[in-house]
């Protein structure tokens, strides 16, 4: 069962001279098996969204379900994992252990399956494990933040929900945070990226919400998103497009040069091996 958003406003400081409304009847899906990402300007409302998705925020109107259950209660919450803008305000251990280990020892998980709960979760976004002795704190900044997931994947959620988290992240440490979420899905697990840079995250989406001013003005897939919108990066997915035309089997999810580059090369490649 999907979440679904259902005709949802909201604003804060209600009943106010100061009250803004934020969210304005929006509605929406978010399918199983999925990877959704939620575009926007900073103050388009994105991020108020996400946080009705677990109950961290009530509607004003509408309601928010997920799989059935009202979104503001414990069968939801246990469904829903989320990564907030800052990771680091989310550790809080003396070691990586005891940050990842949290959530599933609060569930009853204890001994060997928790130590192998941990190992696990750390592998899945892409960690040694004997990072696991380590004080959270003396990582960097990419690793705190994939820390701070496989914390959330150990308590077994049915959707991952990350807010901005590209934000601070070298070029390096973008494409390790890329290939875990990639190996978190391949688990199963439905996957929602709140972003206002779409870019780092395009080759994984299979759906693009894009909002302003608290409503959603788009929705569909990456491919279509960059043929309605004015953009330089369109031209990619429109020669892509246009080498199907022509037979050429290209790869899905091709919308940056250096993608489009490696593609064609790769192309090149096997046609050369085939002569």
């Known amino acids: 069962m999907p979440v679904i958003v259902d005709n949802v406003s909201f604003s804060y400081a209600r009943n106010t001279q100061f009250e803004?409304?934020?969210?304005?009847?929006?509605?929406?899906?978010v399918e199983e098996d999925e990877f959704l990402v939620i575009m926007g300007e900073i103050g388009s409302g994105k991020s108020t969204l996400i946080k009705h998705f677990n109950g961290l925020l009530k509607p004003l109107s509408g309601k928010v379900t997920v799989d059935g259950y009202n979104a503001t209660s414990l069968q939801a919450r246990k469904l829903v994992g989320m990564l907030f803008q800052f990771p680091q305000?989310?550790?809080?251990?003396?070691?990586?252990?005891?940050?990842?280990?949290?959530?599933p020892s609060n569930f009853g998980v204890s001994g060997q399956e928790l130590r192998s709960k941990v190992s696990e979760s750390l592998k899945l976004v892409g960690l040694d494990e004997n990072i696991a002795s380590k004080p959270p704190f003396s990582l960097s900044n990419g690793h705190m933040r994939l820390v701070a997931l496989a914390g959330i994947i150990a308590a077994s959620p049915k959707y991952l929900v990350l807010d901005e988290p590209s934000t601070g992240l070298d070029p390096k440490s973008r494409k390790e945070l890329s290939k875990a979420l990639e190996q978190v899905?391949?688990?199963?697990?439905?996957?929602?990226?709140?972003?206002?840079?779409?870019?780092?995250?395009?080759?994984?989406?299979?759906?693009?919400?894009?909002?302003?001013?608290?409503?959603?003005?788009?929705?569909?897939?990456?491919?279509?998103?960059?043929?309605?919108?004015?953009?330089?990066?369109?031209?990619?997915?429109?020669l892509m497009g246009e080498l199907r035309k022509c037979g050429i089997e290209v790869n899905d999810g091709i919308f940056t040069v250096e993608e489009a580059f490696q593609e064609i090369m790769r192309i090149k490649r096997m046609s050369a091996a085939h002569e």
Do not use: C, W
């Not at 803004?20 to 899906?29: E, Q």
């Not at 305000?89 to 959530?103: I, K, M």
């Open 20 to 29: 803004s409304m934020v969210l304005d009847r929006i509605s929406m899906k």
């Open 89 to 103: 305000q989310q550790l809080f251990g003396r070691t990586v252990f005891e940050d990842v280990a949290f959530a």
């Open 185 to 238: 899905r391949a688990t199963g697990i439905t996957v929602v990226v709140v972003t206002h840079n779409i870019r780092h995250v395009l080759p994984l989406a299979t759906r693009v919400f894009s909002m302003k001013g608290g409503k959603l003005r788009f929705t569909g897939t990456p491919e279509e998103y960059f043929l309605s919108t004015p953009s330089q990066i369109q031209d990619i997915p429109l």
